[in-house]
């Protein structure tokens, strides 16, 4: 039965992380899914998201408590350092992105668990990669910390599969677009923050240049690929590095015509500054074939449709 499952959510607090312990709480209950982040709330704010415990995913001490003192029987583990922050401070990112997952997968291996959600991303990807239609298998040589520590994350999920019979499954993101949290030092960022800029002041300076297409995803349809992900049966997951996920792909231009479409005195003006040379390394498009053979993965939103619900959304909340 899945209302047997206990499920420790780790980086509650991050731009996924809100959206998919409301998910997995409409689908196990509320006090079957707890949430965690490194930040100390307050008594107030603990009360609105509870059951919610302090934690940081280094201290792996204090995850075995958790895990533990819940039963927990699967991790979703969402803490990271995002691609321009970890340029900042490459080794912290490297300590947390590694040493966080190993602490997971140790506690899988030695059975404390039963089921690990591990993220990855098209960061994986390199200026060497096939920009268009990046296939599931290809060149992989990324050249940022992000990109090295999740193509790194990768080979060590496969290796615990094969070599221990952890259940740990992954994605690869690609930007993710939602209007219930703040943007989180990313290089796709400007995608989320061009929709509050163009309602709060009609004008938006983007940090990548106009032509510069990224692959994208709508939050909904992140977090649906992720719960479908970890409900398909064992037997039909036959990645245990990361499936490419693919929703929609555009450039700033594009969106900023999308929004012109709402808002028609809108403007968007270029400066841009290092995360144009990561985005320059990512691909355009990527093929996620593979995911809809395995598990039946299909995107539900497109840039117009994704473009009228945020701001549906956005404008009674800024």
């Given amino acids: 039965?899945?209302?047997?499952?206990?499920?420790?959510?780790?980086?509650?607090?991050?731009?996924?992380?809100?959206?998919?312990?409301?998910?997995?709480?409409?689908?196990?209950?509320?006090?079957?899914?707890?949430?965690?982040?490194?930040?100390?709330?307050?008594?107030?704010?603990?009360k609105k998201i509870a059951p919610y415990?302090?934690?940081?995913?280094?201290?792996?001490?204090?995850?075995?408590?958790?895990?533990?003192?819940?039963?927990?029987?699967?991790?979703?583990?969402?803490?990271?350092?995002?691609?321009?922050?970890a340029e900042k401070n490459p080794m912290f990112a490297w300590d947390l992105n590694m040493n966080g997952l190993f602490n997971i997968l140790e506690l899988a291996k030695e059975g404390h668990i039963k089921k690990l959600y591990?993220?990855?991303?098209?960061?994986?990807?390199?200026?060497t990669t096939p920009r268009q239609n990046t296939p599931q298998f290809t060149i992989m040589e990324p050249n940022t910390v992000y990109g090295i520590s999740k193509q790194t994350g990768e080979r060590w999920c496969e290796y615990y599969y094969n070599k221990y019979h952890v259940d740990v499954r992954s994605l690869r993101y690609p930007g993710l677009i939602g209007y219930k949290s703040a943007p989180g030092g990313g290089t796709t960022d400007y995608a989320v923050h061009i929709y509050h800029e163009a309602i709060k002041h009609g004008k938006y300076e983007c940090f990548l240049s106009e032509n510069t297409s990224l692959p994208m995803m709508y939050m909904p349809d992140a977090i649906k690929a992720t719960l479908d992900l970890m409900h398909a049966d064992s037997d039909k997951i036959k990645i245990r590095s990361s499936y490419n996920l693919s929703g929609m792909s555009f450039s700033p231009k594009e969106i900023a015509q999308e929004i012109t479409k709402h808002y028609p005195d809108f403007k968007i003006t270029y400066k841009t500054d290092n995360r144009q040379t990561i985005a320059e390394s990512w691909p355009q498009s990527i093929d996620d074939s593979v995911a809809q053979r395995d598990w039946g993965w299909k995107a539900r939103f497109d840039l117009q449709k994704m473009t009228s619900d945020m701001i549906k959304h956005l404008k009674g909340s800024i």
Wanted: net charge negative; hydrophobic share 45%.
């Fill in 1 to 46: 039965m899945k209302f047997k499952e206990k499920v420790l959510v780790i980086g509650s607090s991050g731009q996924i992380g809100g959206e998919l312990v409301e998910g997995l709480r409409s689908i196990y209950g509320n006090d079957h899914v707890i949430a965690s982040d490194i930040k100390d709330l307050s008594k107030d704010e603990i």
């Fill in 53 to 85: 415990e302090t934690l940081n995913v280094l201290n792996s001490k204090r995850v075995f408590e958790i895990v533990k003192k819940y039963e927990i029987t699967q991790v979703y583990l969402l803490a990271a350092l995002l691609s321009a922050t």
């Fill in 118 to 127: 591990w993220p990855s991303s098209i960061a994986v990807f390199g200026p």
